[in-house]
């Protein structure tokens, strides 16, 4: 068992819908990462946080340390917003989830 | 100004073969990494390195060298390559180990 699990493994959304992506991790961390990689292979680092929730445009990070879970929501969906979309926690390493992978249709 | 770069974006080569690839990051990090991911996407640490020392070595076969020339600098040294070294090799900084990482655009290594 992976110690960082992410929930779909495949998702495909019609342009427009809320999406949710999910991440439960196993182990100690001082922050968890959410990052985006595009079909093209680069990595872009979406958010990091400990607690609480984050905010950038449509993009909504939130996390549960005592539950030890976190969340990834996109609201109002674009296909540009097609890609996989990686949990990472961050305990003296990054440990990776296995990706979400997310088609937005037109 | 790319912030992590990496060099060659793409590296075909036959087994055997030693092969090295570059990261520079000019984002004044002091701590810096090489990751790997697999076919199925999965990506792992292999490395990680704090003002030129290694911190991090994750049980990655001694062909793999990295080298630090400055803290500016982590390059990727494989000897002997083999088929299941085919991946796409990606190299991140960070100012600390606990901080944001920032990641290069990724080296694919096909070993033929």
């Known amino acids: 068992k992976n110690e960082v699990e992410q929930s779909p493994q495949n998702l495909t959304a019609q342009e427009g819908e809320f999406i949710t992506i999910n991440c439960s991790y196993s182990?100690?961390?001082?922050?968890l990462h959410w990052l985006q990689q595009h079909p093209g292979g680069g990595i872009v680092s979406l958010f990091m946080?400990?607690?609480g929730k984050k905010k950038h445009g449509r993009l909504i990070a939130t996390i549960n340390i005592q539950e030890k879970h976190s969340s990834l929501h996109i609201t109002a969906s674009h296909p540009r917003d097609s890609a996989v979309y990686i949990c990472?926690?961050?305990?003296?390493?990054?440990?990776f989830g296995t990706g979400t992978r997310l088609q937005v249709f037109p | 100004d790319t912030a992590v770069s990496q060099t060659p974006k793409y590296l075909v080569t036959q087994m055997g073969n030693d092969k090295s690839i570059k990261c520079e990051q000019n984002?004044?990090?002091?701590?810096m990494y090489w990751y790997k991911q697999d076919s199925k996407k999965f990506l792992k640490i292999m490395f990680s390195?704090?003002?030129?020392?290694?911190?991090i070595n994750e049980t990655v076969p001694n062909r793999f060298s990295p080298k630090s020339p400055d803290k500016a600098h982590l390059n990727l040294h494989i000897n002997s390559l083999e088929l299941g070294d085919s991946a796409v090799y990606f190299c991140?900084?960070?100012?600390?180990?606990?901080?944001?990482?920032?990641f290069g655009q990724g080296t694919r290594l096909t070993v033929v």
């Open positions: 991140a900084s960070s100012q600390d180990r606990r901080s944001e990482a920032f």
């Open positions: 182990v100690g961390i001082s922050a």
């Open positions: 946080l400990s607690s």
């Open positions: 990472a926690v961050n305990t003296d390493k990054l440990i």
């Open positions: 984002l004044g990090h002091d701590t």
């Open positions: 390195y704090n003002n030129k020392e290694l911190i």
